[in-house]
């Protein structure tokens, strides 16, 4: 008589996720021009598992891209350093200010700059 197994089929074990890898596949899912299940596949997900993520997120209070943290950010005004033998930029116009986000990233903008995407542009920055 042949072998037969009578465990049944092995049961599939749930994937565990990061909380960071969470956050960033669903902050993926607001960008522009992005959706749902189109994120699902590059991450490898199902589409369902991403739509309850982004449930929590809500849930938690967790800001959105488009939703307002009502949060204040932090500014530091300070003057450029003075460096040896540096030629010193040109100075800005009084109507445009400069924002640094980390290390590695410098946004100048004019008075004219729209509002609304100044605000898109520092929400995605701030969750890279």
């Known amino acids: 008589m042949p072998d037969v197994d009578t465990n049944g089929p092995k049961r599939r074990r749930n994937k565990r996720w990061p909380a960071a890898l969470k956050r960033e596949i669903v902050a993926a899912t607001y960008l522009p021009g992005s959706s749902v299940s189109i994120v699902a596949r590059q991450y490898d997900v199902n589409a369902n598992q991403v739509f309850r993520w982004r449930r929590l997120a809500v849930k938690s209070g967790s800001p959105t891209p488009g939703s307002s943290s009502g949060g204040l950010v932090p500014v530091t005004i300070t003057s450029e350093p003075e460096r040896e033998g540096a ?38 920055l701030r969750k890279r």
């Open 87 to 124: 030629t010193r930029p040109a100075p800005a116009h009084s109507d445009t200010i400069e924002i640094e986000v980390g290390v590695d990233c410098r946004i100048r903008v004019g008075s004219s700059f729209d509002g609304r995407a100044l605000k898109r542009v520092l929400d995605v």
